[in-house]
């Protein structure tokens, strides 16, 4: 029909070559393996990533090939988040912390053609090359490490082939529904599951997390992505930096406690983004250092619950904001955001921070409904709980390659996306989790959220973290066990009697814990993305 808009395809290209030309000066800062501070522009970025491109077509690199890489978030990494897309080609993110078995049936399961690595995350990939079927390359982006004098197959440095290239004639055309990346999630059950993000939900993602009631994300600010580059692209950050102009702060490979003070304190961080547990041992490093983070306006917290305790510490010790949110890898991540609405600025104190404490409002593109155990919508009345079912844009349709039939089960006929979580929604459209569906304990007839009795011990003050999960109990069906780790100067002294009785105020006694199931333990198990792991606490049982 005439007279319509034009047509303007999506794809990831566009962000880049929008950075060249509007924002050439804006600084992108990394900190490397030795501790040093790599700091360019955009401009020079841009030049970098488009002599990568040529390289990578020159190693033989053709639309659809996946390519892989291994690595802490830098400046080398984000030239791979846009040089391989933009070739129509399908970054492939290795979690760095999987188990050996695991990355291997990644790779061979994505066929990837080549790996960049860093050069201190070279060793597990040397030990495990053998068993790599379809690898051709290794590309090594030296990070200053030391040494290890590791040989890996076809062996190439990064910096020596980029040297040896000319920029990219042109960027080749596509359609916006290519793949672009690709990231695995590991199932409770079963192989670990791939999801592949289009150049189109990349794009509108990067759009929908720089809204003002998401991240805000603007030319103002400096964002430092603690969250790994190969966990969901990084929430889409990097994408969303580019297209917006801010500038980027890379953490390389320290990523607890005073690395992390120091370059917010030293590039003046305005948004910081993670899952808890680094902002909580962030927090403990403040009590003991103190640092400089006000430059911040906002910590984006998510991938596991943020505990109001947490939320509450930041605001009253540091003046700083907690945004909660709640996404996966299959929602590309970002599903909510705890942003109050403007009614809410007149209520109390407590009131907000129990609000801000949920998950959050659905963003825009962001469809939800809770449903019964059969398929039934339930009413968003913040008492109804069911499991979260999302569609959108940025959600997947599908898994890539299911191994199996069961893997694409929670795809519906109607077109919507089993989140597997369990959760409420109140009358303001802010969205609770309850539980995982296989996280709920039933003791006495009655459903017990682990998550509200973690919440509720992490509050104790003596208390780092803490996980719940049910045991088998002849009297109450399931009970409640309850493993701590005690913050290091309560080591010794953490009084397990007065936390039961701290328990006690906020539960019905059934639900509390016995004495005899709280195990103080060292550190409380995590997956190879920083969640408390928790079949490892139910084998230990
Ligand atoms: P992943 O795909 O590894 O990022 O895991 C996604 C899962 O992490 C979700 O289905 C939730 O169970 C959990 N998750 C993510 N964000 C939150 C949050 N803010 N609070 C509670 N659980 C979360």
Redesign the pocket.
């Known amino acids: 029909m005439n007279g319509l808009m034009m047509h303007y395809p999506l794809t990831i290209d566009r962000i880049l070559a929008r950075a060249e030309r509007n924002f050439p000066e804006q600084e992108i800062v990394s900190r490397l393996a030795d501790g040093s501070i790599h700091r360019y522009t955009y401009g020079e970025f841009y030049t970098r990533t488009l002599k990568l491109m040529q390289a990578l077509r020159k190693l033989g690199v053709k639309p659809g090939d996946r390519v892989a890489t291994f690595a802490w978030n830098s400046y080398r990494h984000m030239e791979l988040y846009f040089a391989v897309p933009a070739l129509g080609a399908v970054l492939h993110t290795l979690n760095i912390r999987l188990f050996p078995e695991q990355l291997v049936y990644i790779v061979n399961h994505a066929e990837d053609a080549l790996i960049f690595c860093d050069k201190s995350l070279m060793k597990p990939l040397a030990d495990l090359e053998p068993q790599f079927k379809t690898v051709k390359q290794f590309i090594v982006m030296d990070d200053l490490s030391p040494d290890q004098g590791l040989k890996l197959k076809g062996i190439t440095d990064y910096e020596s082939l980029i040297a040896a290239e000319n920029a990219v004639a042109e960027f080749p055309a596509f359609d916006e529904n290519t793949a672009a990346g690709m990231c695995y ?2 199932g409770t059950t079963g192989e670990p599951k791939g999801v592949l993000y289009s150049h189109r939900s990349v794009f509108l993602h990067a759009m929908g997390i720089s809204m003002i009631d998401s991240l805000a994300v603007s030319a103002r600010d400096v964002i430092l992505p603690v969250v790994p580059m190969i ?2 692209m990084s929430w889409g950050i990097p994408f969303a930096a580019c297209l917006t102009g801010a500038k980027p702060v890379y953490p390389g490979n320290q990523l607890i406690g005073k690395p992390i003070a120091d370059l917010i304190e030293q590039e003046k961080v305005t948004l910081a983004a993670g899952v ?1 547990t680094i902002w909580n041992v962030l927090l403990q490093h403040l009590k003991k250092e103190k640092t400089d983070i006000s430059s911040i306006r906002a910590m984006v ?6 505990p109001p305790a947490m939320i509450e510490a930041y605001q009253k010790e540091h003046g700083v904001q907690i945004l ?8 590309s ?1 970002l ?2 955001v705890a942003n109050l609405k403007r009614h809410m600025s007149s209520w109390s104190a407590e009131d907000q921070l129990k609000q801000r404490s949920k ?2 409002a659905f963003v825009p593109l962001v469809e939800a409904r809770i449903v019964d155990d059969a398929g039934n919508p339930l009413a968003w009345d913040g008492k109804n709980s069911g499991e ?1 079912q999302v569609k959108g844009p940025w959600i997947a349709a599908s898994y890539y390659k299911p191994e199996n039939k069961e893997a694409n089960a929670a795809f519906t006929a109607d077109g919507w996306f089993g ?3 369990v959760a409420r929604v109140d009358e303001h459209g802010f969205m609770e ?1 309850t539980d ?1 569906k296989k996280d709920l304990i039933k003791t006495r007839g009655e459903w017990l959220s682990s ?1 509200e009795m973690e919440n509720a011990a992490m509050a104790f003050p003596d208390v780092l973290e803490a996980a719940v999960v049910g045991r088998p109990d002849d009297v109450r069906g399931e009970a409640a066990v309850l493993f701590l780790t005690p913050k290091p100067e309560k080591k010794d002294t953490l009084d397990l009697k007065a936390l039961h009785a701290f328990l006690s105020e906020k539960f019905a006694h059934w639900q509390v814990p016995k004495l005899t199931d709280m195990y103080v333990i060292e550190a409380i198990p995590k ?1 190879s ?1 920083g ?1 408390f792991d928790k079949k490892v606490l139910r084998k230990r049982l």
Request: proline share 6%; hydrophobic share 30%; charged share 10%.
């Open positions: 999630t590991s966990h969901v808890p917290v998510g991938g596991s619950a943020a909660h949110a709640w996404g996966m890898t299959e929602t991540p599903g909510t998950q959050g979260l989140t597997g979580d989790i995982r998550v997956t993305v969640k």
